[in-house]
Nanobody
Framework: QVQLVESGGGLVQAGGSLRLSCAAS????????MGWFRQATGKEREFVAA????????YYADSVKGRFTFSRDNAKNAVYLQMNSLKPEDTAVYYC?????????????????????WGQGTQVSVSS
């Protein structure tokens, strides 16, 4: 049974940092591309970042580019999202997602439906 478990969320002041983790089990981790999405209250779930199977390629939403860094450790079956210079508009539940599908490019990786497995989410709250 595939499981993705996020951790590391919390409350932080604007300008602060958090590091989210997502631990995967029940899958051949290196065969999965990974993504982070977020959903603020009353809004649609939106793409945040994606990483290739090897970790060599990363992709970011314009709203987080230059502030967030997505990495993975295939030996530990885990991915990480380092979030710096946090803003109140980053407040949301953050979800980790995994996909074994073949990607035609960044357009696929931005789509929720491209991902097959999801975690339960972790809350990030940024105060002004």
């Amino acid at each position: 049974q595939v499981q993705l478990v996020e951790s590391g969320g919390g409350l932080v002041q604007a300008g602060g940092s958090l590091r989210l983790s997502c631990a995967a089990s029940g899958l051949s981790f290196g065969a999965y591309a990974m993504g982070w999405f977020r959903q603020a209250t009353g809004k649609e779930r939106e793409f945040v970042a994606a990483i290739s199977r090897s970790g060599a390629s990363t992709y970011y939403a314009d709203s987080v580019k230059g502030r967030f860094t997505f990495s993975r450790d295939n030996a530990k079956n885990a991915v990480y999202l380092q979030m710096n210079s946090l803003k109140p508009e980053d407040t949301a539940v953050y979800y980790c997602a995994a996909s074994s599908r073949v990607s035609r490019g960044i357009a696929d990786r931005r789509l929720k439906d491209w991902y097959e497995c999801w975690g339960q989410g972790t809350q990030v709250s940024v105060s002004s």
